[in-house]
């Protein structure tokens, strides 16, 4: 069972206030680098702005990673980058280092381009239970189940020895993904769920189920789920 602690905000303000500080807290809490995964889609957006003004966190010891992109320039709409650089980076935050997805060349070479940048951040060709490769990865849910940008039906979902492939079939435009391994590497996992549309998908994936992307994620480390009232009406909170 997937499960994990189910925390329900009000609308979309206050759930992006709730996650603002439930990251704050953790950020401050962090000795040494902190290593945070971001999210693409449009929930986060909210968040990423009120995480921008924040002026109590430690930004000079904090690292921005993505969970995955759309093999599109980086000033293009769709460009999951040009939306944290508006709305996080746009409100004043100057991390130690971000570390965008590459989309130049091809995406397969861009794939193994960040998997070695990955690689050469935590310092080991392999991960280990031992040590996490970031310190909190937040993920939406999509309606079909998928994160980041493993999606149903594609190979992606079976790879467990890349950190990073390309995923050229399932929507309109070619992506580069974080897989299983390196998604589940982290000592938080944190998913943002907004929208009774999502209230199926969320139930089945805190329910371990397999046959849909989220439901066959396996984290690290601790999890837990922030969604409004309506993606988390036909569930309890733990």
Known sequence: MIAGELIVAEDAQDLAARAADFIAARM??????????LSGGSTPRALYALLGTRRDFPWQRTELFWGDERFVPPDHPDSNYRMVR???????????????????????????????????????????????????????????GHIASLLPGEPILKERRAWVGAVAHGRAEVRITLTYPALEASRVTMFL???????????????????????????QGSL??????AAASPQNPC
């Open 86 to 144: 508006e709305t996080l980076l746009a409100g004043g935050a100057e991390p130690q280092a971000i570390h965008p997805i590459p989309t130049d060349g091809t995406p397969e070479s861009a794939a193994v381009r960040y998997e070695a940048l990955l690689k050469s951040e935590y310092g080991e060709a392999a991960l280990t239970r031992a040590r996490p490769l970031f310190d909190l990865n937040l993920l939406g849910l999509g309606e079909d």
């Open 193 to 219: 769920v907004s929208g009774a549309s999502k209230a199926d998908v969320l139930k089945r994936a805190r329910a371990g189920d397999a046959s849909i992307p989220a439901g066959a994620l396996r984290p």
């Open 28 to 37: 401050i809490a962090s000795t040494g680098t902190f290593r945070l995964v």
């Open 224 to 229: 837990v789920w922030f969604a409004d009232r």
